[in-house]
Structure formats: structure tokens, C-alpha cells
């Protein structure tokens, strides 16, 4: 495990003090930073346009401080933490850093760990389901150990895969929290009157509405509560402009003993979301990914002019840019029963012209894709990456007749009960590029007797007629880590989500809730994946994660569970001029590079 050298945390605390002062100091033993492609200095603002009111989380999400983060190779290192140690897999020992403190200046100290633990996640009435799946290794939760101030240990009987993965991730399990804020809401801790006046003014059903909407920690939504990230946000919802500032207590540094982070102000504006590549074009951002597409590129690169920003491509880091999910838990059985048929879905598959829509879209540099991993994860294998590819519409309309689907006199094939073969393929109307790709989509579907039409509508609504079942088919991006390791966890390719698998969500609900809601997978191939995946929780050993990583794909892969179009699509970066370390070149994906925030924007600066 990396850790910082004891002579990198020796001079920085030289350079720095060791007693916090009362404007703010990192921790006695910070985290120096030694690899900055240039030192910085302090000072100004960071604009960037957002679409929701709930992109407030992306203050933590690009702020990427974590217990335990990802080096450029994505091996797991220590951040928060000191130093870590993980013993058989299953013991894990962690140690904070000497006088790290929250961003109100309170000591950050086991308390928090074992106040998250015991008054949280096991506390029935906040947690009706228990302590998160990535905290159960068969059901079983971990022996937690608070050994001293700073070191916690977590025991189960078996290794626990899942658990540093889930630190490190975009969305941070977080198995802490600021006691000494929080327990002025929790009626373990506060006096029954003063908590119930509480919740009268708060206009709360009862202290566990009023605790949930103070302990948000990744939605950055609360100014009150304290943080760790390098800055903090000062604005509460709704508003149309959010401000972060500096945390004064942030533990890393700079190899000069500069504290970071670099930028004092982190602003996000709330815009139109379809309007962010034209404000983008007029300059009013100074660093912007999000809500920009390819085809947005030439636009904002003959912009640069007038707007001071640099367009940069980074490479998309998904297993696909987008796919089409067949919903296999509708609740039309006719349709349930096709989307179940690994015929039907293959025949969808092979009646598209992959290669045009590249040319079309992406002028030939995207690449036909199945929403697999990338070439370069080194689990990549042939037979995984060209599974139900190709173009093949006779072979697209056997299968069809095969399946009794014959045609009417339109042309149209009719389902068994003798409704037209018409499927309606919703989207969460985000991104007009889905909406063009359906319209593509729609003569390739044609010629094997599928008619198709587009419907947009809002991401909360689209999943709420997903999990109700009513929703038969979504176009969303492909898989999210392209680029997994033996080590990463296989759960995209697995039955364990309801919101992130659009494909399966009462299976991914019931996997989520352990059997307390959704239903049971009922399909002996999905059923082999959820094995696959206890066989690989439970692996003893790296070459056995990855045989099972391997099996894994390969299962996932020929069964064709969703439709991926094309990958390698590139994403634009618009980046103000003069702001520097900011990668010309780099990876773009949720997971697990949290877009910009592996590239640590605490360590962006403007020069002069």
C-alpha cells in the first residue's frame, strides 16, 4: 500500500506548523502530494454549469477525497486515511492521519467511524434494511474494533471484496460521519424535547426524516454539515448558483507545504441542461464536461476565439457511449416473455448497422461495441468483445420467424397476441444525441418488421415506469468501468442494481434489499451470474477473481442482456486558458475516474 514518505510528512509539518490555528491548517501528518505536474498558488474561482439542483453532489464527486482513493494505474492507495493494511482479505485496519480535523475544526477521530456504525447503520429506524450490501459478506457484518483514537479495524470471517472498491468509488460509501454535528438530531443523543422542537421547525415527519435531511454527506446539499473535500459548499437548495469554499482544515498538501486546495471558490451555476454547450461557447465556464457531446466539438472548438476556453478530447472510459436496455422485468408479459428470449435480443442486435451510425454520428471514430469492458482492461478477450456483433438482418429476420413473429400486410410483424411488433424506446431526454440515434435506428428495425419510436421524458419519471415495469425499452450509456481490473468489482454485469440497470431493476432491487422487495432472478443464466459473482466475493485469491471475472463476462457477454452501439466516442473538455494541471489528455467515466475528479482539482491553479 502507498503510503506518503516519512520525510515528505516530517518537512510538510515543518513547513506548516503542527497546531491548527484558528483560520485553519492541515493535519500534522497531511498527504503530500509529490506528483503535481506543477506546483501552483492559491487564489481564484472555478465556474462550471450544471443541469440539476442534485449536481450539488458533484462538489464531493470532483472534490474526490476518500478513505481510500485510486492511483493513475487504479491500485488502491490511502487519502483521508494514513495508511491502511487488509490481512486474508477479510481484516481490514485503517489509521487516520495525527490532527486531521473537519471543516469546522473538530477533531476527525474513530468516533465518527463508530458512530456511523453502531447509531446509523445499525440503528433500525434509520436503517430499516441494515448496514449497505458492501458492508455483508454473506449476510454477515463485519466485527468493527475501535482500537484507539485513530485506528479502526473491520473483521468478517471471509474476504469482503467489495469493500475498498466501495470507498474509492464516485459515490463514496461513506462509513463515517461528524458525530459531533449529527447527534443533536439522533434521539439516542438528544434531549427528547429540544429534538422534537426540531422537528416541528423543520416541518419533518419525525427525527428520522430531520436526521436523514442533515446527514447527506455525498449530496453536498447542507452547508451546516461539516466536510472533508476541499471545499465546502455555503448555499442551500433551491438556487440557482451554488459556492464552495476552501476547507481550512483539508489534508493534503503540495511538496512545498502548500495547502490544498489550490482554488479558493468552486461555483456551479444551474442552467438549462440543453443550454450548457452554448454558455459553454459564450466562455461563462472555465472548466466543463458535463452536458457536452461530440457533436458539440466543432461548435466549441471555432468558439475558442471568444470564449477563452481550450477544447481538449479525452476518451471515453465506457463499456459502451450508449446501449439499448430491454426491460426483462416489463410488466407486459408478452413483451416480458420476448425481451427473455436470447433470439429476440440477438435479432435486435445484428439488425443494426453499427458501422453507419459511427460514420454518421461520430464521423467513423466511434467503434462497433457490445457494452463490454475496453480493449485495454487486461480482462479484454476477443470472444468477450465481439459477442452479438455484426450486421446480419437475413440472419436477424430468421430468428424472428423462428419465433413465430410473422408479418402483417404493413410489413409489420405481430406479436403472438397479435398486436404490431411497435416498441417504443424511452430515454431521459438529457441528451438530444439519443433521440437522433433512435431515428437512425429506426430503418435498421424496419427492415426485420420492428417499428420504433422515440419518447423523451425526466430521468425520475423514466425510472419510476422502470421499476413499475411499464417502460419496455431505455437507451442509456453502456457499461460504466470499461476498464476493470481482477480486483474491480463485477456487479455492473450482475443482477445487483435497481437505478443503474435498466435491463433488470425488480432483480436489482432484490438483490439491493435481500429479498425484501422486487423478485427473485428467475432466469437460469442471470441466476448464473449472481453465483459467479459469491464465487468471486469469496475468491481466495487474485488468479481466482480473475477466472471468475473471466466466466463472468463471457456469461454476460453471448447472452446479449443489452444492446450496445458503438464505444471510443470522444468527450470534449472545455478548460479555461491559464488554468493549469488539468490532463490534455485523460480518461472521461463515472466510474471509477469520477469524470475530473481522479485528476484532483484541488491541485488545479490559475496562473497569475
Not at 220 to 244: C, G, H, K, Y
Not at 279 to 305: I, M, N, V
Amino acid at each position: 500500500m502507498r503510503s506518503p514518505s516519512p520525510f515528505a510528512v516530517v518537512a510538510a509539518a515543518v513547513l506548516l506548523g503542527a497546531a491548527p490555528s484558528a483560520r485553519g491548517a492541515p493535519p500534522e501528518e497531511p498527504l503530500v502530494l509529490t506528483d503535481i505536474p506543477e506546483i501552483g498558488q492559491p487564489g481564484g474561482s472555478l465556474r462550471m454549469l450544471v443541469g440539476r439542483t442534485r449536481d450539488t453532489r458533484l462538489f464531493t464527486v470532483y472534490g474526490h477525497a476518500r478513505l481510500v482513493g485510486y492511483a493513475p494505474d487504479l491500485a488502491f492507495v490511502p487519502d483521508i486515511l494514513a495508511s491502511f493494511t487488509v490481512e486474508e482479505g477479510r481484516i481490514f485496519t485503517f489509521r487516520l492521519r495525527r490532527g486531521h480535523r473537519w471543516s469546522d475544526g473538530a477533531p476527525f477521530t474513530t468516533e465518527d467511524f463508530r458512530f456511523w456504525w453502531e447509531d446509523v447503520a445499525l440503528d433500525t429506524e434509520l436503517s430499516p434494511l441494515g448496514p449497505p450490501v458492501e458492508m455483508l459478506v454473506d449476510g454477515e457484518p463485519p466485527r468493527v474494533e475501535v482500537l484507539d483514537p485513530l485506528t479502526i479495524r473491520y473483521v468478517w470471517s471471509k474476504p469482503n471484496p467489495l469493500f475498498l472498491p466501495a470507498l474509492a468509488r464516485a459515490t463514496p460509501l461513506f462509513i463515517y460521519a461528524p458525530a459531533h454535528y449529527l447527534k443533536r438530531f439522533h434521539r439516542r443523543y438528544a434531549d427528547p424535547a429540544a429534538l422534537q422542537r426540531l422537528v416541528s421547525q423543520d416541518r419533518a415527519r419525525d427525527w428520522v426524516q430531520l436526521f436523514g435531511r442533515r446527514e447527506r454527506m455525498y449530496e453536498s446539499d447542507n452547508p451546516d454539515l461539516p466536510t472533508l473535500e476541499p471545499w465546502m459548499p455555503t448555499i442551500r437548495p433551491p438556487a440557482q448558483r451554488f459556492v464552495a469554499i476552501r476547507n481550512p482544515f483539508f489534508h493534503r498538501v503540495d511538496e512545498r507545504g502548500q495547502q490544498l486546495p489550490y482554488i479558493d471558490r468552486f461555483v456551479l451555476e444551474l442552467v438549462d441542461g440543453k443550454l450548457i454547450a452554448m454558455k459553454t461557447a459564450a466562455g461563462e465556464t472555465d472548466l466543463q464536461g458535463r452536458g457536452l457531446s461530440f457533436r458539440d466539438y466543432t461548435f466549441l472548438k471555432e468558439s475558442e476565439g471568444r470564449s477563452g476556453l481550450e477544447v481538449r478530447l479525452w476518451k471515453e472510459g465506457r463499456g459502451a457511449h450508449l446501449a439499448l436496455y430491454p426491460n426483462l422485468n416489463a410488466a407486459d408479459p408478452v413483451w416480458r416473455g420476448l425481451f427473455r428470449d436470447r433470439r429476440f435480443r440477438l435479432a435486435l442486435s445484428l439488425a443494426i448497422d453499427r458501422e453507419m451510425l459511427a460514420q454518421y454520428l461520430y464521423f467513423g471514430l466511434a467503434t462497433p461495441a457490445n457494452n463490454t469492458i475496453l480493449p485495454e482492461s487486461p480482462l479484454w478477450s476477443d470472444e468477450v468483445g465481439t459477442a452479438c456483433l455484426g450486421h446480419d438482418p437475413a440472419q436477424a429476420n430468421a430468428l424472428l420467424d423462428a419465433l413465430g413473429l410473422d408479418r402483417g400486410q404493413d410489413g409489420v410483424r405481430r406479436l403472438p397476441d397479435g398486436r404490431p411488433l411497435e416498441l417504443v424506446i424511452e430515454t431521459p431526454g438529457e441528451e438530444p444525441e439519443q433521440l437522433d440515434v433512435i431515428e437512425l435506428l429506426a430503418d435498421d428495425f424496419a427492415a426485420i418488421g420492428l417499428r420504433i419510436h422515440g419518447r423523451p421524458s425526466e430521468r425520475e419519471l423514466l425510472r419510476n415506469r422502470l421499476f413499475a415495469g411499464q417502460a419496455l425499452m431505455t437507451i442509456w450509456y453502456g457499461i460504466e468501468n470499461g476498464l476493470p481490473r481482477p480486483e474491480t468489482s463485477p456487479h455492473e454485469f450482475v443482477p445487483t442494481s435497481q437505478f443503474d440497470q435498466p435491463q433488470w431493476p425488480k432483480w436489482g432491487q432484490h438483490f439491493e434489499t435481500r429479498g425484501a422487495a422486487g423478485e427473485a432472478v428467475d432466469l437460469p443464466e442471470a441466476r448464473r451470474l449472481l453465483d459467479l459473482f459469491a464465487a468471486w466475493r469469496n475468491a481466495a485469491s487474485p488468479a481466482e477473481q480473475e477466472a471468475i471475472w473471466r466466466d463472468i463476462l463471457v456469461t454476460y457477454a453471448e447472452q446479449c442482456w443489452t444492446i450496445g452501439l458503438v464505444r471510443d466516442v470522444l468527450q470534449p473538455i472545455a478548460v479555461r486558458r491559464g488554468l493549469h494541471n488539468v490532463p490534455q489528455q485523460a480518461v472521461w467515466s463515472w466510474e471509477p475516474h469520477a469524470q475530473f475528479g481522479i485528476y484532483r482539482p484541488d491541485t488545479f491553479f490559475y496562473r497569475n
